[in-house]
């Protein structure tokens, strides 16, 4: 299996679980890195939603933030796509 079509596949995988992940995935590609606050706008769903979707593209390295994960206490991160997820 390609690299492209393997990423193709794991991103349809993740994201085609919740119409929320497809969302999200989509807002990136259109508008570039974002704040939750800016996704959840731009989506029409809750910060709490976006934050819990963004995890698991986050485990799955579809989307990357600028700031780790054990570190953004008191941080507000910027969420892009990973380069390799699309």
Same mark, same amino acid.
């Given at each position: 299996?390609?690299?492209? $079509?393997?990423?193709?596949?794991?991103?349809? *995988?993740? %994201?085609?679980?919740?119409?929320?992940?497809? $969302?999200?995935?989509?807002?990136?590609?259109? *508008?570039? %890195?974002s704040k939750v606050a800016e996704i959840s706008s731009g989506i029409y769903a809750s910060r709490d939603s976006v934050r819990y979707h963004l995890a698991a593209l986050e485990r799955a390295a579809i989307v990357r933030s600028d700031i780790s994960p054990g570190t953004r206490e008191g941080c507000t991160p910027f969420y892009a796509l990973a380069p390799e997820a699309y």
């Open positions: 299996m390609s690299s492209e $079509l393997r990423t193709r596949t794991t991103l349809h *995988n993740v %994201a085609g679980r919740s119409p929320v992940r497809r $969302l999200i995935i989509d807002y990136l590609a259109s *508008n570039g %890195a």
